[in-house]
């Protein structure tokens, strides 16, 4: 499914002295398939266009274009469920939303919210269960004997379980050891390849958005900075400081080297691999 | 040799009479002065110590003693006074309805003057640089001033100690080096201890000393040089290696004269440098 926020603009308290502009001018396509990272500090903007990629924020200027529908400050909205269906967003701490009985449970809920019958629900609970990296006996304890990485894939099966075309990670890794990390979002972008899923991840790890996204976009004081290919957006790392952003450690290191040797890498290497294979090149150039 | 301020010997405990250990006969000592690391995975138990430390929870053996007192329930405010603690979740420590509300909740339950009371206030979010935001509400700061207002909480009660518990790992980047050089320069103008909890390797690279926990048991305890030539061994145990350790290897492996495993992007730098203008 694709989405394409167009000249988005969203006000918070419009009409009360509260009033705050958040973002504007907000422009980013999103075509079916695509894995975009969303970058950006606190009070950026992020989880406002976040909340507009399914349409729990209705834009007060521009519109959002989910699939077929068209969401605009204008239009009284009706059946947005269907869109909630499609494109389902993994809130931070998602563990924090578990609440049933049992994993199977919590699982089922969001699918028969959305009108699957029971059978199909446990059917789907046991796919997701797997999916997630977790044994299918776990779906009979109580959520919250669990430890708190496996609580956090329960959260994701019960998203997954809904069958979304659409899946938006705010900040999914938040708090998890190195290995958890990694394993969390290699499980995310194996997902996204099977399923020929569209991700959208907001996070502050520029490794992971590096690693895993096929395009970046950067959101600074609620506008887009700039969007583009993880290389693109690297290539000019001095501006991503002077904003406050952070690059990759890979990044900052061949700056590091540039700075004291005095002339640049031919190219801006993204990987720990790329760079060591530049390396010697690099190292001799200054004898010449 | 520094002193030893706190010991910690044979600890144990569990949270349930029939789950496992979530501390196992852990013995370490930590010392005056220094900033001792201590990471390991999730559920290593590095945030069980945390809470044993300052008296949370008691340990269901062995025993923790803090400048000389043995924390038990008769001591544990005292013990609190000496240790404060920093948590994961900035919107979650906030008690005040202003900045300077919430740094003056802990003293005013230590029956502090008034007088005494607005001096400290001052100075904490003086040295955590907040004090332009006396009379803000908390919810207009950022993650990161939210925490540095803790730490400020924390240290108008002049505690010897400080622990921070992830208290980094929900801040963006900018409010995580906000952070830790507020703590790195209270450390070096105050003589704190401090106590990082932390899955930040990065951070861990940088303190005088690390603690590696696993599955509830010490694992290692070493300067950050030695946890980091544990090389693979230590993704063994969920946890990674710092990407300057990482370079020095792989440009090992090309023949790339690197002496050591560097622990700062810097001194990697700096070798390469050198090496270079002497080919």
Redesign the interface.
């Known amino acids: 499914m694709d989405i394409s926020l167009k000249n988005v603009e969203y006000r918070y308290q419009v009409n009360t002295p509260f009033e705050r502009l958040a973002i504007q001018d907000v422009s980013i396509d999103i075509p079916s398939g695509t894995f975009l990272a969303l970058i950006g500090?606190?009070?950026s903007g992020k989880s406002t266009v976040l909340q507009h990629l399914n349409a729990l924020l209705k834009p007060t200027a521009g519109e959002v274009v989910i699939g077929e529908r068209t969401i605009t400050s204008e239009k009284k909205q009706k059946g947005l469920k269907a869109i909630r269906q499609k494109v389902a967003i993994v809130f931070q701490f998602p563990e924090h939303q578990l609440f049933e009985e049992t994993v199977e449970k919590d699982i089922c809920f969001g699918p028969m919210n959305f009108g699957v019958n029971e059978g199909e629900a446990k059917r789907r609970a046991h796919e997701a269960i797997k999916q997630v990296g977790l044994d299918e006996s776990i779906l009979q304890k109580s959520p919250f004997d669990l430890?708190?990485?496996q609580m956090r894939r329960v959260a994701i099966a019960g998203v997954l379980a809904m069958h979304p075309d659409v899946i938006v990670l705010d900040e999914p890794t938040?708090?998890?050891?190195?290995?958890?990390r990694k394993e969390i979002m290699d499980m995310f972008y194996q997902l996204h390849k099977e399923r020929n899923l569209s991700t959208i991840l907001v996070t502050?790890s520029?490794e992971d958005a590096s690693r895993y996204a096929d395009k970046i976009a950067i959101m600074h004081k609620g506008e887009v900075y700039k969007v583009g290919t993880p290389l693109d957006i690297f290539s000019d790392p001095e501006q991503l400081i002077k904003m406050?952003?952070?690059v990759p450690?890979?990044v900052?290191?061949q700056q590091?080297?540039e700075k004291?040797?005095g002339y640049k890498f031919a190219k801006t290497c993204l990987t720990?691999?790329e760079?060591?294979q530049e390396?010697?090149r690099f190292?001799k150039r200054?004898?010449a | 040799m520094k002193n030893s301020l706190v010991q910690i010997r044979n600890l144990s405990f569990k949270y349930d009479e029939n789950a496992d250990y979530a501390l196992k006969d852990v013995t370490f000592d930590i010392y005056e002065g220094e900033w001792l690391a201590i990471v390991?995975?999730?559920?290593s138990g590095k945030s069980t110590m945390a809470k044993l430390l300052n008296g949370l929870n008691f340990p269901k053996e062995g025993s923790i003693t803090v400048d000389g007192l043995l924390l038990s329930e008769e001591t544990v405010w005292d013990i609190r006074d000496k240790i404060g603690m920093v948590f994961?979740n900035p919107d979650n420590q906030f008690v005040g309805t202003t900045v300077q509300d919430d740094v003056a909740f802990g003293l005013e339950n230590h029956g502090i003057e008034r007088e005494e009371m607005i001096k400290r206030v001052h100075n904490a979010l003086e040295s955590v640089k907040m004090e332009q935001f006396l009379d803000q509400e908390p919810h207009h700061l950022?993650?990161?001033q939210k925490q540095r207002v803790a730490i400020a909480g924390v240290l108008a009660l002049r505690p010897n100690i400080i622990v921070l518990d992830?208290a980094t790992?929900?801040?963006?980047?900018?409010?995580r080096e906000e952070v830790l050089e507020t703590i790195r320069q209270l450390k070096a103008s105050q003589e704190m201890t401090v106590i990082s909890i932390t899955?930040d390797?990065?951070e861990a690279a940088k303190a005088d000393r690390m603690i590696v926990m696993n599955k509830g048991q010490l694992y290692r305890e070493g300067s950050p040089e030695d946890i980091f030539q544990l090389d693979e061994e230590l993704?063994s145990l969920?946890?990674?290696i710092p990407?300057?350790v990482?370079?020095s290897k792989?440009?090992k492996?090309?023949n790339?004269p690197v002496s050591k495993h560097h622990l700062s992007?810097?001194e990697?730098?700096?070798e390469?440098?050198t090496s270079?203008l002497k080919?």
């Open positions: 500090h606190t009070g430890s708190g990485g938040a708090g998890l050891d190195p290995r958890g502050h520029m406050g952003l952070d450690e890979v900052k290191f590091k080297l004291t040797f720990i691999e760079i060591s390396m010697p190292l200054g004898e | 390991g995975h999730n559920g994961q950022s993650g990161g992830e790992s929900m801040l963006d980047p900018r409010g899955h390797l990065e993704i969920g946890l990674d990407f300057p990482k370079m792989m440009l492996g090309l790339i992007e810097e990697l730098v700096e390469l440098w270079h080919m």
